[in-house]
C-alpha cells in the first residue's frame, strides 16, 4: 500500500508544480521588452567583438559611435561632421559639444582619440577595418571637440567605417586597466555614452541580459514613448522562439526559421515584418583549384547558366529574393542591369563546350554547414543543374570551424562552398573589395580571383570621394566580376523580425539588420 | 575504516586518469583540422590579427610548452580564458555547471520517483494491465527522440495548457536569487524565499522530464527485472509465509535486495546526462555546461574543451566511485 501513497504523493505534485503559480505577482511592471535572440553575447567590450555580430545591439545600446546607421541613412551622432581632405587621405572630425558619458563626464576628441588607439593596440575585433590605413601617428587632437585623423594611404569610405567606431571612456577603462586594456572587465561592464547600462543583477551569463535605460542619456529620450530597458534572452531554437511569442513570454525575435514564420503570420497577438536583406549568399568557386576544373570560366558559366535561380526563394519559403548581382539593392554603390546569369540548359551547355570537357564527366565538391538545411538545398540545386551536364556534385557537410581555416589558402580551399558574407559598412565596397580584389586573398575572396582591371577599378573606387563617381567605378568592377563568373550569386534572405502587436517603433536599418534600435522602440 | 580507505584508494586512483584525460584532450583538440587563432581573429582580421591570438594563447610555443602551461595553470585552478569570448573558463564553468547538475539532480529524482514504483508495480502485477501500461511507458520513454519530446511537451503543456514555463531557469524580469551555489532552488530556499523555489521548481518540470525520460524507462526496466528475479527467491516464500503483510515484504525486503540493478543503471544514466544534456540544454536554453561545450567544440575554443572534458572525467568518476560504495548499503555481501 506504500506504493499507492507514493504515487498519489506523485501525481499531487505534479498537479501542483503545473498549476500556474504567483509568480507574476514577483514581476517588476516596468516598460521592459523582451527580444528572444538565438545568438549569445559573451563579451560586450567594442574593442574585442566584431560589430557583425549580434552583440552590436548590446553595443550600440551600451555606447555611442560617430555617426549612427538609422534606416537608410548615416546619420551624425557623436560626431557633428567629418570632412575629408581633397585625396581623402585626412579627416576632421568634429564633435558635438553636449555628448556625455554615463558617468556625466563629456565626450571629447581625446576620449575618441583613446578609442581609435585601444582598439589598434588591442588588434582585436573591429580593428581590421583601420589597421591597414591607420597607426599611432594617425591621430591628433586639434581642440577638445576636433580630431584630425592623417590615414597611412587615403581611403574616401573612411567615414563609413564610424558608425562602427564605439567610444570608450577613458577614464573608466584606465581605473579598471589590470595591465590588459580593461579587456577583462569589460566583458560584462560597460564604459559608454549609450542610451542603456548594464544591470549586475540580471546579466546571466548563456542565459540572458538586461539592459536599462539611462535617464539621464544626453541625446534624450523619444517623447511618444520609450523602453525603461529591455532583455536579450538567448532563445536558441526556432521553435521555442516561436512558441514563446505565441505566448507572449518575449515580445520580439529574429532569426526564425521560414516554416515558423509561416505558423506566426497566422498567429493572432503576434505580427511578421520583413525587409529586403543585405548579406547576400554565393556558391564560391575556387577560380585557381588545383582540379582546374573551376579555373575555367566556360566550366563556371556552364554551371551558373545550369542553376535554377526560381527555386532560391522556395527554399527560404518565399522569405528571400534571387540574387541581382555581387552587391544587394539594399546597399549604396548596387548595380543594376547587369548580365546576370538566368536558367538556360542550352547555354550551358554551349559554355561546357568550349571547355576541355564539354562533355562533363567530372566532379566537384561543394562544401556547406553541417547541419544548415539551406545551404545543403541551395547545394542541391547546383546537383541538379550540373547532373544534366554530366557534372557530378558532391555535397558535403563539414563543421564550419574547419572550413573556416581551410579557406585561408588558395591550397586548401575546396572546389566550391556555400557562403553568406554581411558588409560591416555601408557601402558596395564593403562587400566588393573584401570578396573580388585580390588583396583579400584568403579573407573575403576564397575564389582566390584576381583580375587586374577590377582591382584597379576598386582601388579607384576606394579612394575617389565623389560619391556618383564611386558608384561608376563600382558598377564597372561589378560587370567584370559577373562577366568573369567568379561564383554563383543565389539569392538574399530578408530580414525578418516577429513581434507581438504591442510593440511599437521599430525602424528597420538595412546595416543593422540583425542590430534593432531598442533606444527608439517602446511597448504599448 | 576499510570503507574510508577504499574510497581514499579510489580517488587516489582519478589522478592518473585525470592526467591522461589531460593529455588526450590537449592532443586531440590540436589533432583536429583548422587554425583556431584564424577563427577566433574572425572572418576579415588581418595576419597581425591572427598573431595577436598566437601569441596570447601561446599557439605559437612548442607543444610541450603550452602542455606545461595548462597543466601549471590548472593546478591552481585557472583553466585559461575562452579564445572566444576573452571570459576566463573558471568564471564560465562556476555559472554553467550548477545549472547542469541542478537540472541533472532534478532529472534523476524524477526518474527514481517514476521509475522505481513503476518496476515494483510492474513486476508485482506480472503480465497484467499494470504492467503492460508500465511496459509500454517505458519502451516510449526510451524510443522517442529527446528532441521531438521537448518540443512536444513545450507544445501541449506550456503553450496549448499553459501550465508551465517554455524554457529558461527562471521568467525573464523576476529578480532572481543572490548567486550562493548556482543552484536557483537552494539558492532561494537559503534566504527563505518559497515563491522563488517554487518558481524555480516549475522551470526545472520540462527539460527534468524530457533528460529523464530514457533513465525514467531504463530504470523501470531494471526493476521490474530485478524485482521479478527476487520474488522467486526463498526468503521472500518464507517472509510471506510468516505472515508479512505483501507491503512489507515488497517494499522492505524485495527492493533493497533487488536495488543493485538499479542503482548501477542510475550510475550510467548519471554519466549519461552530466555529458550529454546538450539537446535538451538548447531546447529549454537551459544556460547548461552541455551547450558550453557543444559551442566551445564547434569554435575548437581548446581552453574550455580541455576544462570540460577533464570536469566531466572527474564528476564520472565521482560518480562510479559513490554508487560503488552505496552498493556496500544495499548488499552488505558487496564491503569493500
Not at chain 1, 14 to 27: K, M, N, Q, R
Not at chain 2, 16 to 39: C, E, K, N, S, Y
Not at chain 2, 194 to 215: K, N, Q, T
Request: net charge neutral; aromatic share 10%; charged share 20%.
Amino acid at each position: 500500500m506504500s506504493f499507492v501513497r507514493v504515487a498519489a504523493a506523485i501525481v499531487v505534485l505534479a498537479v501542483g508544480a503545473s498549476l500556474p503559480c504567483l509568480e507574476a505577482t514577483a514581476l517588476e511592471k516596468k516598460a521592459v521588452l523582451i527580444f528572444a535572440g538565438n545568438q549569445d553575447m559573451p563579451n560586450v567590450d567594442p574593442a574585442v567583438t566584431p560589430m557583425s555580430v549580434y552583440t552590436a545591439s548590446a553595443l550600440i545600446a551600451l555606447y555611442d559611435p560617430l555617426f549612427m546607421y538609422r534606416g537608410d541613412q548615416m546619420l551624425p551622432h557623436l560626431a557633428a561632421s567629418a570632412t575629408a581632405s581633397a585625396d581623402g587621405s585626412e579627416w576632421t572630425i568634429k564633435l558635438v559639444a553636449n555628448a556625455k558619458f554615463q558617468d556625466g563626464s563629456p565626450v571629447t576628441a581625446e576620449a575618441v582619440k583613446y578609442t581609435f588607439e585601444r582598439i589598434l593596440r588591442i588588434k582585436k575585433g573591429p580593428a581590421w577595418m583601420w589597421l591597414p590605413i591607420m597607426d599611432e601617428k594617425s591621430l591628433t587632437v586639434v581642440d577638445p571637440h576636433t580630431l584630425r585623423v592623417k590615414l597611412i594611404k587615403p581611403f574616401a569610405l573612411f567615414d563609413r567605417t564610424l558608425p562602427n567606431l564605439l567610444v570608450v571612456n577613458p577614464a573608466v577603462v584606465k581605473a579598471n586597466d589590470k595591465g590588459d586594456d580593461a579587456q577583462a572587465w569589460l566583458v560584462a561592464h560597460s564604459a559608454g555614452s549609450g542610451p542603456f547600462k548594464i544591470n549586475e543583477e540580471n546579466w546571466r551569463n548563456g542565459a540572458q541580459y538586461e539592459f536599462i535605460a539611462d535617464p539621464s542619456y544626453w541625446k534624450g529620450w523619444p517623447k511618444g514613448g520609450h523602453l525603461d530597458g529591455y532583455i536579450w534572452k538567448i532563445v536558441r531554437e526556432s521553435s521555442a522562439q516561436k512558441l514563446a511569442l505565441i505566448k507572449g513570454e518575449v515580445h520580439g525575435a529574429q532569426n526564425i526559421s521560414p516554416d515558423d514564420v509561416d505558423e506566426l503570420r497566422k498567429s493572432a497577438g503576434v505580427r511578421v515584418e520583413q525587409y529586403p536583406g543585405v548579406s547576400p549568399h554565393r556558391i564560391v568557386m575556387h577560380n585557381r583549384h588545383d582540379s582546374k576544373y573551376l579555373a575555367d570560366v566556360n566550366v563556371r558559366k556552364a554551371l551558373a547558366y545550369a542553376y535554377d535561380y526560381s527555386a532560391v526563394p522556395k527554399i527560404y519559403n518565399g522569405s528571400a529574393e534571387v540574387s541581382k548581382g555581387p552587391v544587394p539593392p539594399a546597399l549604396p554603390g548596387f548595380a543594376p542591369g547587369l548580365p546576370l546569369y538566368a536558367y538556360d540548359l542550352d547555354k550551358a551547355k554551349a559554355s561546357l563546350a568550349k571547355s576541355p570537357w564539354p562533355n562533363g564527366g567530372f566532379e566537384i565538391d561543394y562544401i556547406y554547414p553541417a547541419g544548415f538545411d539551406i545551404a545543403k538545398n541551395l547545394g542541391a540545386i547546383l546537383l541538379a543543374g550540373a547532373a544534366k551536364l554530366n557534372i557530378k556534385v558532391k555535397l558535403t557537410p563539414m563543421v564550419w570551424a574547419n572550413v573556416l581555416s581551410m579557406r585561408t589558402k588558395s591550397e586548401t580551399m575546396p572546389q566550391s562552398i556555400s557562403l553568406w558574407l554581411a558588409p560591416l559598412y555601408g557601402d558596395s565596397d564593403a562587400l566588393l573589395y573584401s570578396q573580388w580584389d585580390s588583396d583579400s586573398w584568403g579573407r573575403g575572396n576564397y575564389s582566390f580571383y584576381k583580375n587586374p582591371k577590377v582591382d584597379e577599378l576598386l582601388t579607384r573606387a576606394r579612394t575617389s570621394l565623389d560619391p556618383k563617381v564611386r558608384a561608376d567605378l563600382q558598377a564597372q568592377a561589378q560587370r567584370l566580376i559577373v562577366e568573369d563568373c567568379v561564383d554563383i550569386f543565389t539569392g538574399v534572405e530578408k530580414a525578418t523580425y516577429v513581434w507581438r502587436s504591442n510593440v511599437k517603433g521599430y525602424v528597420h536599418t538595412p546595416m543593422r539588420e540583425r542590430n534593432p534600435l531598442f533606444a527608439e522602440m517602446w511597448v504599448e | 575504516m576499510h570503507v574510508l580507505r577504499y574510497a581514499a584508494r579510489r580517488l587516489l586512483s582519478v589522478v592518473p586518469t585525470v592526467f591522461g584525460i589531460t593529455v588526450v584532450v590537449f592532443l586531440l583538440a590540436r589533432a583536429v583540422p583548422g587554425d583556431p587563432a584564424q577563427l577566433a581573429a574572425g572572418e576579415q582580421a588581418t595576419p597581425e590579427m591572427v598573431e595577436v591570438f598566437r601569441r596570447e594563447y601561446r599557439l605559437d610555443q612548442p607543444l610541450y610548452v603550452q602542455y606545461a602551461a595548462y597543466i601549471g595553470g590548472m593546478v591552481h585552478g585557472d583553466f585559461g580564458r575562452s579564445m572566444f569570448t576573452g571570459r576566463p573558463v573558471r568564471d564560465d564553468l562556476a555559472s554553467f555547471l550548477p545549472a547542469t547538475l541542478e537540472l541533472t539532480a532534478a532529472s534523476i529524482v524524477l526518474a527514481l520517483v517514476i521509475g522505481v514504483p513503476s518496476g515494483v508495480l510492474s513486476a508485482v502485477y506480472r503480465n497484467r494491465w499494470p504492467d503492460q501500461c508500465a511496459r509500454t511507458v517505458a519502451l516510449t520513454g526510451v524510443s522517442f527522440p529527446v528532441f521531438w519530446l521537448a518540443m512536444m511537451l513545450q507544445l501541449v503543456l506550456a503553450v496549448s495548457w499553459d501550465l508551465l514555463p517554455i524554457g529558461g531557469r527562471f521568467p525573464s524580469q523576476y529578480k532572481g536569487p543572490r548567486n550562493v551555489s548556482g543552484f536557483y532552488t537552494l539558492d532561494f530556499l537559503l534566504v527563505g524565499d518559497w515563491e522563488g523555489v517554487w518558481v524555480a521548481l516549475r522551470h526545472l518540470v520540462l527539460p527534468a522530464l524530457c533528460l529523464g525520460a530514457g533513465a525514467i524507462a531504463s530504470i523501470t526496466r531494471i526493476t521490474r527485472t530485478s524485482v521479478v528475479d527476487v520474488l522467486g527467491k526463498d526468503f521472500v516464500r518464507t517472509a510471506r509465509a510468516m505472515g508479512f503483510s505483501e507491503s512489507v515484504v515488497v517494499g522492505k525486503y524485495v527492493l533493497k535486495n533487488a536495488f543493485i540493478g538499479t542503482l548501477t543503471m542510475i550510475g550510467v544514466a548519471l554519466t549519461f546526462m552530466l555529458g550529454g544534456s546538450v539537446l535538451v540544454e538548447s531546447v529549454f536554453d537551459w544556460p547548461g555546461i552541455g551547450l558550453y561545450a557543444f559551442k566551445s567544440i564547434v569554435q575548437l575554443d581548446f581552453q574550455p574543451i580541455s576544462a570540460f572534458t577533464v570536469l566531466v572525467g572527474v564528476m564520472v568518476a565521482l560518480v562510479n566511485l559513490g554508487i560503488d560504495l552505496l552498493y556496500g548499503v544495499f548488499d552488505p555481501r558487496i564491503r569493500h
